[in-house]
């Protein structure tokens, strides 16, 4: 399996302009994660699904973001307006269950807002 | 208060010279304490769960321990290619685990 997969790698912009990360978890595994990283605060979750259903969303930051996940191989993180201290490292993570479930991330995408 | 907290925040070590870093908790009900490792530039790595006070595992120079109050993560003679963050994660029940800020860990040849 080739794992979780991100993209973009990199990701610059400007100040007010919408951003679109993307992830595609590994086959199988029914819960999705999307994390954010900063020196400051380190990771904190953001939103995480269940078979493609938002759970819990209470970490997303303002109503700037949001996410959504229209089928088991895909889910997008979007950004609009991106504002500077948006950025960030952005992880998205899958598992097969949430109890004591490991989870297995991406490689994250690093955005920088101008 | 951090449900998780870790230290040292960064760590240098001399390669062969052993140590431990520290995750302590604050949880009531522990559904698991995970360790991972972080390379530059990459996501997190799973490395180990514990789930009980008591619980010890193992792999190459790693050894994780875990009671009521914490976890030690020690490294015997570690190498340079053992330089990473380390993060600590608990979960509680059935939320999400919640991660700790990590320890920088640099072993210098």
């Known amino acids: 399996d080739a794992g979780v997969i991100q993209s973009p790698r990199h990701e610059v912009t400007e100040m007010g302009q919408e951003v679109t990360l993307r992830c595609k978890p590994i086959?199988?595994?029914?819960?999705l994660f999307w994390y954010r990283q900063t020196m400051m605060r380190g990771l904190e979750l953001l939103i995480y699904?269940?078979?493609?259903?938002?759970?819990?969303d209470s970490g997303m930051p303002e109503d700037r973001f949001s996410a959504k996940m229209p089928n088991a191989s895909f889910s997008t993180l979007k950004i609009q307006p991106s504002e500077p201290r948006d950025s960030a490292v952005y992880f998205c993570a899958s598992s097969r269950q949430v109890g004591g479930e490991k989870l297995f991330f991406g490689s994250g995408t690093q955005l920088s807002v101008l | 208060e951090d449900q998780v907290t870790q230290s040292p925040e960064a760590l240098r070590l001399q390669e062969g010279e052993s140590s431990s870093l520290n995750c302590s908790y604050t949880v009531s009900g522990l559904r698991g304490l995970f360790w991972y490792r972080q390379d530059p530039g990459k996501g997190p790595e799973f490395l180990f769960t514990l789930y009980s006070a008591g619980e010890e595992k193992e792999k190459e120079r790693l050894k994780a321990t875990l009671t009521k109050k914490e976890s030690f993560l020690h490294i015997t003679a570690p190498k340079p290619e053992d330089s990473a963050t380390y993060l600590c994660?608990?979960?509680?029940?059935?939320?999400?685990?919640?991660f700790g800020r990590g320890t920088s860990l640099i072993v210098h040849p």
């Open positions: 699904f269940n078979n493609n259903v938002p759970i819990d």
């Open positions: 994660a608990v979960q509680e029940g059935s939320y999400i685990p919640t």
């Open positions: 086959s199988g595994h029914d819960y």
